[in-house]
């Protein structure tokens, strides 16, 4: 009684400080422990970050599965505090993951290293369907990263991986420091449609995917499954000329933009067969911006439109 009459102030702070722990209980312990592991860590100038891994781990929800194609997650680790300021050494790390049993969680390795003088490395999750699923199921994957070398530190994020039954989706796989950007597209129409009359086919008759094999190369140009169209600033991103869907693009699709006396392209058109996906990629011209979508940002750096044979 006597130390709470001398230190009233500072039992009235150990009180409120003894509530709030009891009532948020070992989350907020837990967050704590984390702040003071890191800022130790940080003090011997050892630096394990990510753009989507966090200490406190993290939470994603996404609904742009469509439950029937592998789905790609990359995750990507660095050594940096920030542009100025990197670990000087090269950092061995472990890798995890855990998810339910109707899905595969496939790691594209279990282990990695982050050199110095790179400064980043990335793994990638595909999440592999073992069941039926249906609009409104949905996933839960939890991957952890943890530094072995030279300190100890644990990164990890969750993500709810929701279906949505659309016909079509997108996504970008990047990381920072990476030099192109990947955009995938997937078309799960698994018919055609007639846009041009010819033969005994009238305007907007559907045909099977077997139907179509069976036409000529010239009576197939008549027709189409998706007709995708991706248009994108050459201010941010190059298109990779050799992309085979740029190269078979549809007659006069394709636009340009004129910076420094020079035409680049910053959009086109192509058609995608039934039950099909598409890579398109795009050199950077900034390598350490993350184009990731749409786990790590809202919007997609690529404008993705497109008319389906529904």
Known sequence: MDFVRKHKKLSIIIL??????????????RYIYNV?????????????NSTVLD??????????????????????????????TNTKSD????????????????????????????????????????EEFYEGDEVEVTTTATSTSPYVKSLSATYFIGIETSNFTYNIEDAVNNKFITLNLT??????????????????DRLSQEEYQQLTPEEQENCFSAKVTVSFSPKELYLDMTNSNYL????????????????????????????????????K??????????????????????????
């Open 55 to 84: 200490m406190n781990g993290r939470q994603y929800r996404i609904n742009n599965w469509d439950g029937v194609n592998n789905y790609v997650l990359t995750i990507d680790v660095n050594n940096q505090k920030n542009t100025l």
């Open 248 to 283: 078979n693009r549809i007659s006069n699709s394709e636009q340009t933009e004129k910076i420094n006396n020079f035409n680049y392209v910053n959009k086109f058109s192509f058609k995608m067969n039934a039950s099909s996906s598409e890579k398109v990629l795009f050199y």
């Open 187 to 204: 078309n799960s129409l698994t018919y055609y449609k007639v846009e041009t009359a010819f033969g005994n086919y009238q305007e907007g």
């Open 36 to 48: 003071i592991h890191n800022h130790i860590l940080e003090s011997r100038e050892f630096y394990f």
């Open 16 to 29: 409120f400080i003894t509530i709030f722990l009891l009532f948020f209980g070992t989350t907020f312990a």
């Open 91 to 130: 950092i061995s790390y472990d890798i995890e993951v855990s998810c339910p049993e109707n899905v595969e969680c496939r790691l594209s390795k279990t282990e990695g290293i982050i050199y110095q003088e790179a400064g980043t490395d990335s793994y990638q999750i595909t999440v592999i369907p073992q």
């Open 285 to 310: 011209a900034d390598p350490t911006k993350n184009y990731t979508y749409p786990i790590t940002n809202a919007n997609s750096i690529v404008t993705v439109t497109v008319e389906t044979a529904e």
